[in-house]
């Protein structure tokens, strides 16, 4: 079980905008770590599309954005494509008495109709 | 252009110690705030965070496997290596390594991945 929450699926028809949400607690998301966010298709290693809550990397769409509220963390999609469809996954830091760890959520699969 | 390559053991038997070693070009790990961590992810599941070592030499391991795991790094072959001891059937998975950039605590860049599969 993932230490971060995630709707296992979301879907939505092309040209629309969906929302993906990463639910934390007050040892992760909600101690002030940043969130960060991955795309997946099968077969091939995650990428990097969100970096700290709302940063995206060079030659990311700007139809994705990120933000984060509290203990939790929210992914958009706007202008749905058909080549969004794939997994995507949270990431933040957990306190632990051995110190930060990083943490994962159980990932969402994100349908285009 | 930053690069990470897994390599390792594909087939491993239960109760044997997997190591896996990271091989990376295009950045050091003598470089403050750098980091190299490992991830896997069983067939059809979630990621699972494993470990990270930083450019200071400092260990972070997941609380649940920390038991299991060492991480360590050659910086003079632009390696790390992650062993995993005691290997069961639920340990099959692809294991991915990725950089972690100084000043940021994303995962930047990520190797393609080794499957390996625990059976006897």
């Known amino acids: 079980q993932s230490v971060l929450t995630q709707p296992p699926s979301v879907s939505g028809a092309p040209g629309q905008r969906v929302t993906i949400s990463c639910t934390g607690s007050s040892s992760n998301i909600g101690a002030g770590y940043d969130v960060h966010w991955y795309q997946q298709f099968p077969g091939t290693a995650p990428k990097l599309l969100i970096f700290g809550n709302t940063n995206r990397p060079s030659g990311v769409p700007d139809r994705f954005s990120g933000s984060k509220s509290g203990t939790s963390a929210s992914l958009a999609i706007s202008g749905l494509q058909a080549e969004d469809e794939a997994d995507y996954y949270c990431?933040?830091?957990?306190?632990?008495?051995?110190?930060?760890?990083?943490?994962f959520g159980g990932g969402t699969k994100l349908t285009v109709l | 252009q930053i690069t990470l390559k897994e390599s390792g053991p594909t087939l491993v038997k239960p109760t044997q110690t997997l190591t896996l070693t990271c091989t990376f070009s295009?950045?050091?790990?003598?470089?403050?705030?750098?980091?190299v961590g490992w991830i896997r992810q069983p067939p059809g599941k979630a990621l699972e965070w494993l470990a990270l070592?930083?450019?200071?030499?400092?260990?972070r391991y997941s609380p649940s496997l920390k038991s299991r795991l060492t991480i360590t790094k050659d910086t003079s072959k632009n390696q790390v290596v992650l062993t995993v001891t005691n290997m069961d059937p639920v340990d099959t998975a692809t294991y991915y390594c990725a950089h972690k950039t100084s000043g940021r605590y994303d995962l930047g860049w990520w190797g393609q991945g080794t499957l390996v599969t625990v059976s006897s």
């Open positions: 070592i930083y450019w200071d030499d400092d260990k």
């Open positions: 990431q933040s830091y957990g306190s632990s008495l051995i110190g930060p760890y990083v943490v």
């Open positions: 295009g950045f050091s790990l003598i470089t403050g705030g750098v980091g």
